[in-house]
T-cell receptor
Framework: NAGVTQTPKFRVLKTGQSMTLLCAQDMNHEYMYWYRQDPGMGLRLIHYSVGEGTTAKGEVPDGYNVSRLKKQNFLLGLESAAPSQTSVYFC?????????????FGPGTRLTVL | LAKTTQPISMDSYEGQEVNITCSHNNIATNDYITWYQQFPSQGPRFIIQGYKTKVTNEVASLFIPADRKSSTLSLPRVSLSDTAVYYCLVGPNSGAGSYQLTFGKGTKLSVIP
């Protein structure tokens, strides 16, 4: 199993550009999450999904949109990137029957917005 | 969600046992204590979770006193590869409102040769 994978690994955007980050998991997990991590900080939850076709806002959702059209994929979109969205983005997942505190994380996407 | 307090950084020599203590005075009855490890340029990795007393796995031990207001992550005989940031999290294990893991700044452990 590949676990949780994220595409791309790195990206540089100009202010106002849009992009989509892809998260994929092959563990048949129902729950998926998007976090951002800024230098020297912990992770903050952007959006999450408890199943295919459902999404919900986390702690810092402004400026982001998400979609969960397939169980294995969770997409994070930036419609109009801003320098404040420069960060490392992590995707995570876990199964419904498992501990909510035991999440499996991807390797991250490092995004720079100029 | 209960707030946690842990040291910002710690240094240890290779081969020593390392104990990282986390304070969580406002822990709720249904909260669990979970520790994650994060290497540079990688996502966090679950290490261990417990509710009370002692939990041990192949990576670490977790000690939780009876009042549960603190917990100690113990790493036996650390090596250079244990250099990482360690996060202590407190929260419910399931049910409504437990979707958001709250990561603080963590403890940066540096293992010295």
């Amino acid at each position: 199993n590949a676990g949780v994978t994220q595409t791309p690994k790195f990206r540089v955007l100009k202010t106002g550009q849009s992009m989509t980050l892809l998260c994929a998991q092959d563990m048949n997990h129902e729950y998926m999450y998007w976090y951002r991590q800024d230098p020297g900080m912990g992770l903050r939850l952007i959006h999450y999904s408890v199943g295919e076709g459902t999404t919900a806002k986390g702690e810092v959702p402004d400026g982001y949109n998400v979609s969960r059209l397939k169980k294995q994929n969770f997409l994070l979109g930036l419609e109009s990137a801003a320098p404040s969205q420069t960060s490392v983005y992590f995707c995570a997942s876990h199964k419904r029957e498992g501990s909510y505190n035991e999440q499996f994380f991807g390797p991250g996407t490092r995004l720079t917005v100029l | 969600l209960a707030k946690t307090t842990q040291p910002i950084s710690m240094d240890s020599y290779e081969g020593q046992e390392v104990n990282i203590t986390c304070s969580h005075n406002n822990i709720a009855t249904n909260d669990y204590i979970t520790w994650y490890q994060q290497f540079p340029s990688q996502g966090p990795r679950f290490i261990i979770q417990g509710y009370k007393t002692k939990v041990t796995n192949e990576v670490a031990s977790l000690f939780i006193p009876a009042d549960r207001k603190s917990s100690t992550l113990s790493l036996p005989r650390v090596s250079l590869s244990d250099t990482a940031v360690y996060y202590c999290l407190v929260g419910p294990n399931s049910g409504a409102g437990s979707y958001q893991l709250t990561f603080g700044k963590g403890t940066k452990l540096s293992v010295i040769p």
